[in-house]
């Protein structure tokens, strides 16, 4: 029996390429099957987590807000499944996508506007809040319940005070 715990650390990011590095450090220590759960308005910066996310991963690409297409595929030492919420409006939508081949699988998924299907994924994730404090200013909170994503919470320690 697992008991309820939750890690959790904030950091400041200064600028775009400040919230990038903050996600290479993530993508750095990303492992086969796990789910990333971005929440925060919009702007606040979970595309631009998500390109360093998907550098961390060893992808070359530049990730863009698959907004109008609900997701895209990125290739890199995993393959990162790029998914957005923004556009649809109850959880039967979400339903009818067929995630869960996605979200079950051995690659990784990074999710925007994740908190519109609050219960819909796996027990296993982690959460990154992104908060706009001012136009270049971001915090951003990763938190796991699970043992198993704690090791993305530690990748973020040695940057805590910057």
Known sequence: ?????NMEISLISSSPESTQEIGKRIGAKIQPGDVL????DLGAGKTTITQGILWGLGGTEHARSPTFVLVNEY???LTLYHMDLYRLNSIDEIEDLGLDDYLY?????VVEWADKATGYFPVNHA????????????????SSE??????LVMALESCADG
């Open 146 to 151: 699970s043992v198993d994503l704690d090791r």
């Open 37 to 40: 759960l971005l929440m925060g």
């Open 105 to 109: 699988g051995d690659d990784v998924c």
């Open 127 to 142: 959460i990154v809040r992104l908060e706009a404090i001012d136009s270049q200013t971001r915090r951003i909170t990763i």
């Open 1 to 5: 029996m697992k008991l309820n715990r």
């Open 75 to 77: 290739p890199a030492r």
